[in-house]
Nanobody, 126 residues
Framework: QVQLAESGGGSVQPGGSLLLSCAASGGTFSTSAMGWFRQGPGKERELVAIITWNDDNTHYGDFVEGRFTISRDNAKNTVYLQMNNLKPEDTAVYYC???????????????????WGQGTQVSVSS
C-alpha cells in the first residue's frame, strides 16, 4: 500500500555529511512513526533514528552520539536524516521505515514497522 522512496545516499570521507530523504506515497494512511534502520556488512539490522507523529518524539541508536538529526515534513509526507561527522563504521544500507500502528511495545524493534524502503547505500571511507 505505502511506498517509500529513499534518496541522498552516497560516498563520503570520514567527517563528512549526508542528508537522507524518504518520501511516503501510495494512498491514504495514518502515520504513527517514520524513521531509519541500517544494516552494515556482517552486522545485524539496527535502529538509526525514528520520529513519532502524535507527540513528535525522537529516538536514536546509541551509536549516533549526537551526530544525526531526524526531522519531518508532514505536508510532503517526508522524513529526513541529517548525518554529520560520519565515521567508517556508519557504512551500511539505510532503510526508511513507516508504521501506522496505534500502539507498539517499542519503536526500537523492527517488527513495529509495516513498510520498508528498498534501501540506500552510505559509504564512508578515506
Amino acid at each position: 500500500q505505502v511506498q517509500l522512496a529513499e534518496s541522498g545516499g552516497g560516498s563520503v570521507q570520514p567527517g563528512g555529511s549526508l542528508l537522507l530523504s524518504c518520501a511516503a506515497s501510495g494512498g491514504t494512511f495514518s502515520t504513527s512513526a517514520m524513521g531509519w534502520f541500517r544494516q552494515g556488512p556482517g552486522k545485524e539490522r539496527e535502529l538509526v533514528a525514528i520520529i513519532t507523529w502524535n507527540d513528535d518524539n525522537t529516538h536514536y541508536g546509541d551509536f549516533v552520539e549526537g551526530r544525526f538529526t531526524i526531522s519531518r515534513d508532514n505536508a510532503k509526507n517526508t522524513v529526513y536524516l541529517q548525518m554529520n561527522n560520519l565515521k567508517p563504521e556508519d557504512t551500511a544500507v539505510y532503510y526508511c521505515v513507516h508504521s501506522y500502528r496505534k500502539w507498539v511495545y517499542s519503536w526500537y524493534a523492527s517488527s513495529s514497522y509495516d513498510y520498508w524502503g528498498q534501501g540506500t547505500q552510505v559509504s564512508v571511507s578515506s
